[in-house]
């Protein structure tokens, strides 16, 4: 799912489940790994949300973006942060259940 400025805030509100909330940009080799394997990683999730950074400023400043690929986590309409990890499935796993144990924040 591509989201934009214009509407992030309303479809991840709205969205039941977990979500991750990628930000990657055409320029960058590790965005463009990202967006082919990350769909093919097992992960407890119900959707990845793809986020252009060149093409959506606003998101990008609102969610503090300062690397690519970064990554969000949004479970039914709550905000977990940004997920810290490598773009491996064992990594990418550890650090879901370690975001979604912390306290829910609003939407940047």
């Given at each position: 799912m591509e989201l934009t400025d214009l509407?992030?805030?309303r479809?991840?509100?709205d969205l039941p489940g977990t979500?991750?909330?990628v930000f990657t940009s055409?320029?960058?080799a590790s965005c463009r790994?990202?967006?082919r394997e990350l769909p093919n990683v097992v992960l407890p999730i119900d959707r990845l949300c793809w986020v252009d950074a060149g093409n959506n400023g606003g998101l990008v400043e609102r969610y503090e973006v300062f690397y690519l690929p970064?990554?969000?986590v949004i479970r039914d309409g709550f905000y977990y942060g940004l997920l810290s990890s490598r773009l491996n499935a064992l990594d990418l796993l550890?650090?879901?259940e370690r975001a979604?144990?912390?306290p829910v924040e609003e939407l940047p």
């Open positions: 509407d992030a805030d479809r991840l509100l979500s991750l909330l055409m320029g960058c790994w990202a967006r970064s990554i969000f550890d650090a879901l979604l144990l912390r």
